[in-house]
């Protein structure tokens, strides 16, 4: 069995993932960076070799490449960068994949991501912009139409296109007409926006009105601000990965702004806390993780996703805001209980799933030879 990553050479990711596959026995993975694939226009592996794909981020020049905008602080560009990811992921050749480029390129658009859950019955937020009657959103005009007509007075404006919260607005309006959004981005004088670490908030109409026109032209995807729970005092939500169908980690983050994650000064959360929440309200804490798996079940053909769950007000209803390509990044962090990936980080969660689909394949071959008397020889 031979591992190979499409990653960046040195990123942590990649180097956890090594680090998981000779913990188990098993020889260091063939890195074949991105830099190279984009500049080459694809790669080619081995028929026998296990090919998994590694976020392209936290590479300057990848996402220059990518997006056509040297700062890699910008905001802009997302839409250039989807065009570039998809067509490179396209480009690989050969291998047994863990992801499916056709499953990427949904879950990389917000947009096709939250229609194919809503079509599978996963709970997810009202969504203007998804699904066979989406609204076009061009401008803030069109946000604003959109607020009026669906009754919104609170809601996310995200890129379709983008991830780690960047270009996402929580906008809110009150009586009065009074509007604030709370955001990373940081709009300079220019008009040009930067992703900062920290979270503002815009009061000013026409100031928000100039982060969202500049947004549009890559893909806006609109959707229902949804009250959370909290723990702690702090609202929560919940980054739950599900490898090979079950869900086996779960983080708790929690936050006192509308935005969760950790960059942004958001903080891991008490999951047992969680937990026993979740059953003080009536549920089963397995339903809830059952949720996450249902959302994983509409990407059959990729091994590993991270699900990021909503909790309303009362943890009695969840919804899915997000599934991620790229959400293992989860580091010491070991399995849930019950999960088969207790005492096993994120990625030797996945290399014991690969191990396991990789014996249960070869048992199913041994089994038809000696069913039908046939024999291969290998060279």
């Not at 997006?67 to 480009?91: D, H, L, N």
Request: aromatic letters at 6%.
């Amino acid at each position: 069995m031979r591992f190979a990553v499409v990653g960046n050479p040195g990123n942590r990711r990649v180097a956890l993932f090594a680090d998981a596959v000779r913990a188990a026995g098993l020889a260091t993975p063939r890195v074949v960076p991105w830099l190279d694939v984009l500049r080459a226009g694809g790669a080619g592996f081995d028929a026998d070799e296990i090919v998994r794909l590694d976020s392209p981020g936290e590479h300057p020049e990848v996402d220059g490449l990518l997006r056509g905008i040297p700062e890699a602080t910008r905001v802009e560009g997302t839409g250039r960068w989807y065009a570039r990811f998809t067509r490179a992921v396209r480009s690989l050749r050969g291998g047994v994949r863990l992801d499916d480029a056709g499953e990427l390129a949904v879950m990389f658009d917000k947009r096709r991501c939250h229609a194919t859950l809503a079509a599978a019955g996963v709970p997810v937020p009202d969504s203007p912009t998804s699904g066979p009657a989406a609204a076009r959103i061009t401008g803030w005009d069109d946000v604003r139409a959109v607020m009026r007509a669906h009754r919104m007075p609170r809601l996310f404006v995200k890129l379709a296109h983008g991830s780690s919260a960047s270009g996402v607005l929580a906008v809110e309006s009150s009586a009065g007409d009074r509007l604030r959004a709370t955001t990373s981005v940081e709009l300079a004088p220019d008009g040009r926006l930067f992703n900062s670490l920290r979270v503002r908030r815009y009061e000013r109409e026409r100031d928000v009105a100039a982060i969202v026109d500049r947004l549009a032209p890559d893909g806006l995807h609109l959707e229902r601000w949804l009250p959370k729970a909290a723990v702690g005092g702090r609202v929560a939500d919940l980054r739950v990965l599900v490898v090979a169908g079950r869900a086996t980690h779960a983080v708790v983050r929690t936050s006192t702004s509308p935005l969760t994650n950790l960059h942004l000064g958001g903080s891991r959360g008490d999951l047992d806390a969680v937990r026993d929440a979740v059953e003080a309200a009536g549920g089963r804490w397995a339903d809830v993780l059952a949720v996450c798996e249902r959302a994983a079940a509409c990407f059959p053909r990729t091994l590993c996703v991270g699900v990021d769950l909503l909790p309303a007000v009362g943890w009695r209803r969840f919804a899915v805001g997000e599934v991620n390509a790229f959400g293992d990044l989860l580091p010491r962090l070991t399995g849930l209980p019950g999960s088969g990936a207790e005492g096993l980080d994120t990625y030797a969660a996945q290399v014991a799933a690969v191990r396991r689909r990789h014996q249960q394949h070869h048992r199913h071959e041994q089994h038809h030879q000696h069913r039908t008397g046939t024999t291969h020889v290998s060279a």
